[in-house]
């Protein structure tokens, strides 16, 4: 006898995969732009003091005498020597190329962050990147620069495309490699005398430990087409990444005043 065929499960093809393109946001960095304008009349009043009166000691400008990290002076309790220095430079190369790149890299991580998260970046990474240089030049120790900000931006800069690799896909891999590379062969020239490598690295960990809990995490809302990138960051979330930040670096700074 004859029997009929097995019947088949009544299966219907899913869904197609479909491709979106989200842009990210584009606003004007504003606060990106103000640092380079206010660090670059900075330097010009640098210049003019010299011009004027001459250098105060050696090759040390009247504004380095009362803003630079000079390590002596931060024990005698001139604690705003962990952020003046970010405003000060030693050159017209040194000024040139820490702009350089903070416009590069800054432009796109204000953009990500916003205005107000992209500040407490650069200010928390140059305090964390010149307490680790007090820490670690010595007595003596003297620093001036907007590198160890830059360095935070460079950290929290691989932090966002990690957090955000599902979005990403192959770009946040390649990314993350040039952001490893560009870290790896600034910290071995940084080996090269004068240049305050300990800064470099303390601004670097401020950026990273700040960006791991207060970054930006993108998400994709809505119904293709019509989708929008939505942050879940929470505003504690930023509270805590600013608090734990602040907590360790400073406490790091006391110790290094009163207990070292």
Known sequence: MNQPPA????????????????????GLPAVTYALIGFTVFVYLLQMASVAIWGYAVSQIDWLEVYGAQFNTAIR????????TPLFLHGSIPHIFFNMYALLSIGTFMERQLGHGRFALLYFLGGFAGNVFSFLLTGENGYSVGASTAVFALIGAQ??????NRELFGSQARKAIGNTVFIIVINLFIGLSPGIDNWGHVGGLLGGVIFTWFAGVRWTLMGIPPEVTLSDQRESR????????VLLIFSLLAAWGMFFK
Not at 7 to 12: R, W
Not at 158 to 163: L, N
């Open 7 to 26: 019947s088949s499960p009544n299966l219907e093809p899913g869904p197609a995969a479909q491709t979106v393109r989200v842009a990210l946001p584009s």
């Open 76 to 83: 005698a309790g001139e604690l705003w020597r962990f952020i």
């Open 158 to 163: 691989g932090i966002f495309f990690y957090q």
């Open 237 to 244: 979330e930023i509270v805590t990444g600013f608090g734990v």
